[in-house]
Structure formats: C-alpha cells, structure tokens
C-alpha cells in the first residue's frame, strides 16, 4: 500500500517524558532574553532605529519557530502545539523570572517581586498565544520541506526508505530494499531519547541548585535590602527614588565609564528653596570594587518626552560633577541602625557650595565624581 509520496517514516515516538526537555528549552530562552536582550534591544535600537527593531523582533520569535520545527519532524499532530506552548511558555517564564531575581537589587526587592505571580500570569497568556502562532508556523514549514513523519510499528510494518506499507513482503515491492537491508534513521530518535533521559535529572538539579543559591541570596541580600527599605520608610522626609551605585573603577580622565549597577534609593529635600536633595543609594551585594551604600547630592530629574508617567522616579545628580561620599560595609551598618549622619549631610552641601552645583537638566550624570571622605562622620571608623 503506499501513500501520498511525502511520508518519512521515524522511529516510535512517545510524548512521555517530553515535558521536562520542553521545560528547559524555555528556561534556556527565558534565561537568555532575561539576561540579555533588554541591553541588546537598547544597543539595536540606538544604533539602527529602524532595522534594529525588526532584527530584535526575529531574534525573539526565531527560537519558537525552532521548536516547531523540531517538533513538525516528529507524528504529534497540530493541537498537540498548542500543548507544548504551554510547557515552554512555564519554562521560560521561569527562567526569565529566575534571571530577573538574579540581576535585581534585594534579590527582588528592587523589582517588587510581590508582584511577579501578576505580572508572569499575564504575560504566560499572551506569551502562549504568540508562541503557539509561531510553533505551529515551523511546524508546518518542517512537514513541507521534510515530508509527513510517519510512526513505524512494532514489527515494522512501513518500509524505511519509501514508507511504502508492505506488511511482510520482503523485498519491499515500491523500491525493492530488502528489509534486512533498510536501517532506520537513528541519529534523531537518539536525540530525542538522550534528552529524554536527562531532562528529569537536570531539572531537580536546576530546582535544588537555585534554591540554595536562593537561601544565600536571601540571607545576605534579602534582609539587609529590607532593613534599609523599613528604616528610611520609617523616617520622614524619605521619599523611593530609582537610583545606582557607580564607581570611578574603570572611567577614563572626565569620570565617563565607570561601573553602575542598580541600587535601592531615598531621597530627601534640603528644604532650603533649592530643589536640592540628598540621594542614599543601598546595594548589599555588591562587586568588591563598588560601596555598599553611596550619600549623593540630587535634584528632580528632567524627564524626556514620552517617559511614561507611571516610571519610576529619576534624579538629576548635577554639574560640574556628582558630589558623592562612598559607604563601607561597616559605614553603611551604621546608617541602617542610626540613619545618615548629620554632619556628612552638611559635608555634602557644603561642597555643593562651594563648587557651585546645580542640576544639568537630565538624568544622571556623566560629569567629574567629587568625592567625599564619610569617615570623619561616623563613631567607629573602619581599615575596609
């Protein structure tokens, strides 16, 4: 009996055990655009605004179309993508909240994991829909250009090379390949079984792995961010800014190019009539060569056209440069426990006098670090 001319005969295929292997295809992809596509899209867009998009674009929706492919090669028929999307779709929105805890300040603090369930929940739904479109694009874009994937039986029944369905006729009597003769295609249905194999172990290694790395995190990340986030809550004046923590390390002679790295912030009006503020920014776990917390002088942020009204609020950190005193370890403790000292405050205003500072009109700022000794101004001072 033969068919259409377009069947290509694979070997028995089960779908068990295909959850854990498509559960980590989503948390690689997760994990990736977590990590980097936001400072892809940046540098893409900046620099081709016009082709930058459409390549960011294809780059997010090519792994997708993959997948289908992959599974278009295989008998599942189409409803059975709308299945795997789903699988996927949890993996990636695990991976992607994973790299995100990971990068965050506070071990999530800084990105408001309270909300993560909501805001995942929302976009698995729309995510879902977008991945199932484009999986079942490859999908079918695989049986066109390979052919329809034909189960064999157990005793084969179909002949390896033609798919004609020959029973026991031996030779096959469409191509004449003796049956001892055909060998089935194994690279693929090995493929399929290695995966298989390892998917469930590696999963529970990834499982308990990121717990523990978790715990740590949370011991040493966690419950400082918070006991900064309570303390200047608990004081007045303090009001939740976006902020960083930026160091000299690395920046050529005007201060540009230097290491940043997001921090939790408060800041707090002089209440002089200047529109000056002082800005603390806190990061517990930091690289050896940035503080731990950093006491600025600020002002309001001159926002860009089009910046969303809900975004979070920017600071403007002056010229002719940034006045700035670093905190140790040991420096920062005292502030979580007795707030920022009096006098460094007025050390900080003081030079913003005297230099003449004032806002430069933006975000940030680029300019010359003027740095600030603190240790003057704390009880215990530390050999950090």
């Known amino acids: 009996m033969g068919h259409s001319g377009r069947e290509r005969i694979v070997q028995p295929y089960s ?60 008998p599942p028929p189409a409803w059975r993508v709308l299945l795997v999307a789903v699988w996927v779709v949890i993996g990636l929105s695990l991976g992607g909240t994973a790299a995100s805890l990971v990068k965050s300040e506070g071990f999530g603090v800084g990105m408001q994991a309270y909300l993560v369930p909501l805001r995942v929940g929302i976009v698995m739904i729309a995510y879902w829909a977008f991945a199932s479109l484009l999986m079942l694009i490859g999908w079918w874009l695989a049986r066109r250009l390979f052919g329809v994937p034909l189960e064999q039986t157990d005793p084969p029944r179909y002949c390896w090379v033609c798919a004609y369905e020959r029973g026991q006729i031996d030779p096959c009597p469409e191509c004449g390949t003796p049956a001892a003769a055909a060998r089935p295609p194994l690279r693929e249905a090995a493929a399929w079984r290695l995966a298989r194999l390892g998917a469930t172990p590696a999963l529970a290694l990834l499982a308990v792995g990121f717990a523990g790395y978790a715990a740590w995190r949370v011991s040493v990340d966690t419950l400082p961010t918070l006991r900064f986030v309570q303390k200047f809550d608990a004081e007045r004046g303090w009001t939740p800014t976006y902020a960083y923590i930026d160091h000299i390390h690395g920046a050529d002679s005007r201060g540009l190019g230097g290491r940043y790295l997001n921090a939790t912030g408060f800041t707090r009006e002089l209440g002089d009539g200047s529109g000056r503020m002082i800005l603390v920014s806190y990061r517990a776990l930091v690289p050896g060569d940035l503080p731990v917390m950093q006491v600025r002088m600020c002002a309001e942020a001159t926002l860009p056209l089009g910046w969303p009204p809900q975004g979070q609020r920017m600071t403007d950190w002056g010229s002719p440069g940034t006045i700035v005193a670093d905190l140790n370890r040991e420096q920062a403790e005292q502030v979580l426990k007795n707030g920022v000292p009096q006098g460094l405050i007025d050390a900080i205003v003081a030079e913003a006098d005297r230099v003449g500072w004032k806002p430069w009109g933006g975000m940030q700022s680029g300019g010359t670090r003027i740095e600030i000794d603190p240790a003057p101004h704390f009880a215990v001072k530390s050999n950090e």
């Open 15 to 74: 779908t068990r055990r295909l959850w854990p292997v498509l559960i980590l295809a989503g948390m690689a992809y997760g994990c990736a655009a977590a990590a980097f596509v936001e400072d892809l899209s940046e540098l893409m867009v900046r620099n081709w605004p016009i082709a930058g998009p459409i390549v960011m674009a294809h780059l997010m929706a090519l792994p997708m179309v993959v997948i289908g492919v992959v599974l278009g090669r295989q």
